[in-house]
């Protein structure tokens, strides 16, 4: 499920997606699923096979979790979590400006605007995949202060 959530918010690709099934042990509920044999099988470097990669994974879940909704609450929770971890790694320099942008449309159309993006659509709203970190300065700034939020939620909700 999160796989399918990170790749539904454009966190991870679709070479991510195989690279996951190949170095996954998959429990028995799902070891034999043809969806997940397939994945683990897929050679990244054939396209056709890979651009079939989501599609397989979204079998898989369904299959797997047919009581999951890529919508719900439980799987934005999921999708906020990875998001954070995943703009972390910016800040640790790890990816670049686009990584972080492309995930803020599929967020905002999956999960209806959550506070959790900040105002990431603004920083976002000009940048392309060439954009630099020189070019994308501001996206640091935003980074810290979503965090900053996120770790304040997290806080007054454990209390």
């Known amino acids: 499920m999160t796989v399918l959530v990170a790749r539904e918010i454009e966190a991870i690709s679709d070479v991510d997606i195989v690279g996951w099934a190949n170095s996954h042990t998959a429990p028995p509920s799902y070891a034999e699923d043809a969806a997940y044999v397939q994945l683990a099988r897929c050679n990244p470097r054939n396209a056709v096979r890979l651009a079939k990669a989501h599609g397989r994974l979204r079998s898989l879940v369904a299959r797997s979790f047919p009581d999951f909704n890529d919508k719900s609450d439980e799987a934005k929770e999921i999708a906020r979590k990875l998001f954070l971890r995943r703009i972390r790694t910016y800040l640790d ?44 300065s ?11 939020e996120n770790a304040e939620l997290q806080s007054f909700g454990s209390e």
């Open 93 to 136: 320099g790890e990816i670049e400006p686009f990584q972080i942008c492309r995930m803020v449309s599929p967020i905002e159309n999956k999960y209806d605007f959550p506070l959790w993006l900040g105002d990431l659509y603004n920083g976002c709203d000009w940048m392309d995949e060439n954009a630099t970190r020189e070019q994308a």
């Open 138 to 148: 501001h996206l640091r700034w935003m980074i810290e202060q979503i965090l900053a």
